[in-house]
C-alpha cells in the first residue's frame, strides 16, 4: 500500500477558490442507476408487500428466509443481547444512552398560550409523533451508537412506537446493535435493510407498519429510497459521507490531529477530512504524522482513498482567515484546535457540531458526548440542523376567540376576504360580528 498524498492548498495562491470547490464537490444521490434500482424497488415493496421484501432481503443480505416473520427480532432476543455482550460494553452503552438522554432532555418544547385582553386565547400544543421508523446502518459495518443516537430522542420526545430495521447481511446479527436497541426503548425491530426496509417502513406491508417519520444515516439506496418517499413520510435529512474540518493553531500534538482526521475517514472512501492551519511547518508535521502512523490503522486502505481524494491541508494567514473559510465549508465536523476557542464561536456561523479546545476530539461526540451524532453534511449545515427531539415533535396552533375577540378579528378578515374575492370566508367571519358590541 502505499502512502497518502494529500492535497496541499494555500489560501494565497490565485487558483485557490477554484481548487477548493473542486475538493468540495460531491455528487449527492444523483446517480440513475441508483435511482432506477431505488425506484423499481419502492414500487415491489408497494405492489408485493412482505413476498418483495423477502425476495430482496434474500438477494441483497444475502439470507435464505421463507417469511417476514423469521426476520423480525423479539424482545426477548433483544434482552438475551443485552446479557451476551461483555459487562464493559454494556456499562459503555448505558453510560453514552444516559448522557446522551441528559443532552437530549434540554431539547424538549413545550406547549405554550397567551390570552388577549378580550379573552381571546392563542397558543402552540407541541406533540410526539405516533410512530417512527428507525433506520441503523449494518452493510459494511454495524452502528450501536447510531441505534442510540436516532432513538433516544424520539423516546425523548415522546414517540409511542419506534420501529427498527437494520440489514443483517449473511446471517450476522450484532449483538451489540441489538443490545443499545434494548437499553434505547426500541418497541419493534426487523432484520431487513437498504431501499426495501426505507419501502416498507413508509407504505407498511402485512408485517412492518407504516411509519410517519423514517430517520437514520444509510448508503446511497438508503438515502435515495428516502428522497423518494419523502411526502408519503416525513424523513430527518439525507446524510453524505462524514467529514471533519480540523482549524489548528500548530500547538496541538501532530499525531493527535492525524488520528483525529483519520477517525472521520476510515468511514468512507469519500469521507472528506481538512486541517487548515496559519503553520506551515506544522502542515508538514501533520502530513508526516499521517504517513508514520497510516501503516497501524485497521482500516488504512480505507483512509488512504479518502486522504488521497478529498483530503487537504490548508495553509492560512491566521485563524480569522481559517474561520472564514470554516464557514464557506460549513463542514458536518468543526475542532477548533486552538488557544481560547470560546472567542471563537460568535463567528462561526456554519458547521453541524463545534468541538472546541485540544482535548475535545470529534470521536468523543461519535459516542458519548451527548449531542447527536447525526449532522448536516455536504454543506447543508447552512440551513439545517442536527438531529435532535425537535425532529419528532410536531406543533398544532391553538386559536379560541371569545365574543368580542371575534367581532374585532372578524372585521379585519371580512375585508380581506373581500379583497381576494372570497365571500364564503368574509361572511363566515361576519357572522360572528356582534354589532352591538361593536361601540364598546
Ligand atoms: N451520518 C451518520 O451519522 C452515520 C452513522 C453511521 C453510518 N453512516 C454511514 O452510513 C453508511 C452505511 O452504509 P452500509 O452500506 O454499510 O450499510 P446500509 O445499511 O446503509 O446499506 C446496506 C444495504 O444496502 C443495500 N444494497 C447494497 N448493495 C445494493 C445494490 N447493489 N442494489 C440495491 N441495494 C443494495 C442492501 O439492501 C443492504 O442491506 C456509510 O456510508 C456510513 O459512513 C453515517
Ligand atoms: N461520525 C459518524 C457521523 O458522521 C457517526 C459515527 C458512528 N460511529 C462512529 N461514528
Ligand atoms: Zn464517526
Not at 424538549?108 to 410512530?131: F, H, N
Not at 499521517?290 to 485497521?298: A, G, S, T, V
Not at 472546541?356 to 468523543?364: D, N, V
Amino acid at each position: 500500500m502505499s502512502g497518502v498524498s494529500i492535497t496541499r492548498l494555500n489560501s494565497s495562491a490565485e487558483s485557490f477558490n477554484q481548487q477548493l470547490d473542486e475538493l468540495l464537490k460531491w455528487e449527492a444521490v444523483s446517480d440513475l442507476n441508483v435511482n432506477q434500482t431505488v425506484a423499481e424497488i419502492i414500487n415491489q415493496i408497494r405492489q408485493h408487500g412482505d413476498e418483495a421484501l423477502i425476495k430482496y432481503t434474500n438477494q441483497f443480505d444475502r439470507l435464505s428466509v421463507d417469511s417476514v416473520e423469521e426476520l423480525a427480532i423479539s424482545p426477548e432476543a433483544l434482552q438475551a443481547a443485552l446479557e451476551q455482550i461483555s459487562f464493559e460494553q454494556k456499562q459503555a452503552l448505558t453510560e453514552a444512552a444516559s448522557r446522551i438522554r441528559q443532552y437530549h432532555e434540554e431539547q424538549k418544547s413545550c406547549s405554550w398560550q397567551y390570552a388577549e385582553l378580550d379573552g381571546t386565547i392563542l397558543g402552540q400544543q407541541v406533540m410526539p409523533l405516533d410512530r417512527v421508523g428507525v433506520y441503523v446502518p449494518g452493510g459494511k459495518a454495524a452502528y450501536p451508537s447510531s441505534v442510540l443516537m436516532n432513538v433516544i430522542p424520539a423516546k425523548v420526545a415522546g414517540v409511542k412506537e419506534v420501529i427498527m430495521v437494520v440489514p443483517t447481511p449473511d446471517d450476522q446479527v450484532n449483538a451489540l446493535v441489538l443490545a443499545a436497541a434494548a437499553i434505547a426503548g426500541v418497541d419493534k425491530v426487523f432484520r431487513v435493510g437498504g431501499a426495501q426496509a426505507v419501502a416498507a417502513l413508509a407504505y407498511g406491508t402485512a408485517t412492518i407498519p407504516s411509519v410517519d417519520k423514517i430517520v437514520g444515516p444509510g448508503n446511497i439506496y438508503v438515502a435515495t429510497a428516502k428522497r423518494m418517499v419523502f411526502g408519503q413520510v416525513g424523513i430527518d435529512m439525507i446524510a453524505g459521507p462524514s467529514e471533519i474540518l480540523v482549524v489548528c493553531d500548530g500547538k496541538t500534538n501532530p499525531d493527535w490531529i492525524a488520528m483525529d482526521l483519520f477517525s472521520q475517514a476510515e468511514h468512507d472512501e469519500d469521507a472528506q477530512a481538512i486541517l487548515i492551519s496559519p503553520d506551515s511547518s506544522y502542515l508538514e508535521a501533520v502530513e508526516s504524522s499521517i504517513n508514520k502512523l497510516l501503516p497501524e490503522m485497521e482500516r488504512a486502505e480505507i483512509i488512504r482513498q479518502s486522504l488521497s481524494c478529498r483530503g487537504a491541508l490548508i495553509q492560512v494567514a491566521d485563524i480569522d482567515e481559517a474561520i472564514e473559510i470554516t464557514n464557506r465549508i460549513a463542514p458536518e465536523h468543526l475542532e477548533l484546535s486552538i488557544e481560547n476557542p470560546e472567542q471563537y464561536l460568535p463567528v462561526i456561523r456554519h458547521a453541524g457540531a463545534i468541538f472546541m479546545g485540544r482535548h475535545t476530539p470529534e470521536a468523543l461526540g461519535d459516542y458519548c458526548a451527548g449531542p447527536n451524532h447525526v449532522l448536516p453534511t455536504s454543506g447543508t449545515a447552512r440551513f439545517s440542523s442536527p438531529l435532535g427531539v425537535y425532529d419528532f415533535e410536531k406543533r398544532s396552533s391553538i386559536i379560541n376567540f371569545s365574543a368580542k375577540g371575534a367581532t374585532k378579528a372578524g372585521l379585519v378578515a371580512s375585508v380581506l376576504a373581500r379583497g381576494e374575492g372570497l365571500t364564503a370566508h368574509a361572511r363566515s367571519a361576519e357572522f360572528r360580528i356582534d354589532k352591538q358590541s361593536m361601540g364598546e
